[in-house]
Structures are given as C-alpha cells and as structure tokens.
C-alpha cells in the first residue's frame, strides 16, 4: 500500500508564490514518474508539470517559466514551486506517483490553491 500527501496549498494574491511537497509513503520499491496535475472548478483535471527519474521535467504552456517541479529520491517527495501566481492558478492540486516496477499511479486527496486578484 503507497500513500501520498500533499501539502504547502493556500491562499495568496495574484503575483505571490506557494511551495507544494508531496509525500509518497508506504511499500515502495522505486518509483518512475512523478507529477503534479490540478482541476478548477467545472473543468477536467489537467496535468500542469512532470519529473522522471533522470530529473527531465515537461510543464503545460500556462505555466512555463512560472512554475518549477523538482524531486527528493532519497525523500520519495516532489516539490512544486509556484512563482508569480494568477487567479487562473486557482484550483484543487493533486499530486501523482507512479510506482515501479509494475507502473502503478498513485494519487493524493489534494491541496487547495487560491489567487485573488
């Protein structure tokens, strides 16, 4: 059984900065890709950035050179840094793992994420 939990969400003003960490935990052997996603309110969950084992990492368009993934191997922890916020970056954030070696993803409850104007 893996657990993952995250934390570091809040509320802030558009501008402003929020750290995310994310805790795998549990019966781990490795894990492969690590990545953090986020659903707004009536729209579909969408990936925002990914890290893989050899630290290469993708971001989705809306927040290039805002926002910057990173990983703790030896912690099993992602970390998403968040820069420079809008209130289009309001939404619930999830943090995902995938386990090896059979490639099996896991999911947190979420850290809400606020930016007012």
């Known amino acids: 059984q893996v657990q993952v939990l995250e934390s570091g969400g809040g509320s802030v003003q558009a501008g402003g900065s929020l750290r995310l960490s994310c805790l795998a935990s549990g019966s781990i052997w490795g894990i492969n890709r690590m990545a953090w996603y986020r659903q707004a309110p009536g729209k579909e969950r969408e990936l925002v950035a990914q890290?893989?084992?050899?630290?290469?990492?993708d971001y989705a368009e809306s927040v290039k050179g805002r926002f910057t993934i990173s990983r703790d191997n030896a912690k099993n922890t992602v970390y998403l840094e968040m820069n420079s916020l809008k209130p289009d970056d309001t939404a619930v954030y999830y943090c995902n793992v995938q386990t090896s070696p059979f490639y099996k993803d896991y999911w947190g409850q979420g850290t809400q994420v606020t930016v007012s104007s």
């Open positions: 890290i893989d084992t050899g630290n290469d990492a």
